[in-house]
């Protein structure tokens, strides 16, 4: 039995070592949310570090960071965003990550999440990718040398007659 819990914790422990620190689904959830409300879910459970905030075309943008190993450092900037003629905002979180791996596996979730494959193609910077269903627009951006990847996910104005 002791061994059998001592394999349990270390399985356990090691998922959390190399495991990402978010998934898609909770990308796309912190497109609804205020920067205190972001800055909230991301800090709760002290996996996400607020590193700084900067004023860009009137919103605060706020930049986090995991708190796991520097050579795992990911990184989302929330409060980015678009003002719609009704007043509302669309807003867009941003993911950065520089583990390839870690971008391919919330591509591989956008797809069971219902986002379509729409674009693929490169320009000098490196491949791009762009997935879209009817609420949300996500864009891929992975470095030719693969030492980088960003994913943007954006919320798309739905019109309603």
Not at 95 to 111: F, G, H, R
Request: charged letters at 15%; proline letters at 1%.
């Amino acid at each position: 039995m002791k061994k059998y819990l001592l394999t349990v914790a270390i399985y356990l422990s090691c998922t959390h070592v190399f495991g990402q620190s978010i998934n898609l689904l909770n990308i796309i959830n912190l497109t609804s949310l205020n920067n205190e409300q972001a800055g909230s879910t991301l800090t709760a459970n002290k996996a996400w570090a607020l590193q700084y905030g900067e004023g860009v075309n009137g919103f605060i943008v706020e930049h986090y960071q995991t708190t796991a190993a520097s050579q795992k450092k990911e990184t989302l900037i929330v409060g980015q965003g678009v003002r719609t003629a009704n007043g509302g905002i669309l807003r867009t979180v941003s993911y950065l990550s520089p583990n390839i791996q870690d971008v391919m596996n919330l591509v591989e979730q956008a797809k069971g999440q219902g986002l379509i494959q729409n674009f693929r193609g490169s320009d000098r910077n490196g491949n791009i990718y762009i997935y879209e269903n009817i609420l949300y627009h996500m864009v891929v951006r992975i470095s030719h040398n693969n030492d980088k990847a960003v994913i943007d996910i954006t919320q798309k104005q739905i019109f309603v007659e």
